[in-house]
Nanobody, 113 residues
Framework: QVQLVTSGGGSVQPGDSLRLSCAAS????????MVWHRQAPGKERESVAS???????NYVDSVKGRFTISRDNTKNTVYLQMNNLKPEDTAVYYC???????WGQGTQVTVSS
């Protein structure tokens, strides 16, 4: 079993930054790629960013150049640095291990002026 604890969300203004964290209860990086998803009210969940065990990253077009996914193997933690936040980034953000049923509990990000 693996527990994923998500944190770092909050309410910010457009243009602000936040860093989300996803801390795993044990070393998980050999299990597969780590993925950040988000789900906004009334919208389908979408994959925002991913990072493989080899360190390759991928982003949805809407966040390219603004979001950065990274990981700290020593802390079993994956991060999502979000800069220049926009109102359309408002959503609940989740982390998961691709191909598994392990999901974090989600953290709310609200971007509003």
């Amino acid at each position: 079993q693996v527990q994923l604890v998500t944190s770092g969300g909050g309410s910010v203004q457009p243009g602000d930054s936040l860093r989300l964290s996803c801390a795993a209860s044990r070393n998980i990086f050999r299990l597969g790629a780590m993925v950040w998803h988000r789900q906004a009210p009334g919208k389908e969940r979408e994959s925002v960013a991913s990072i493989t065990s080899g360190g390759s990253t991928n982003y949805v077009d809407s966040v390219k150049g603004r979001f950065t996914i990274s990981r700290d193997n020593t802390k079993n933690t994956v991060y999502l640095q979000m800069n220049n936040l926009k109102p359309e980034d408002t959503a609940v953000y989740y982390c998961t291990i691709r191909g598994t049923n392990y999901w974090g509990q989600g953290t709310q990000v609200t971007v509003s002026s």
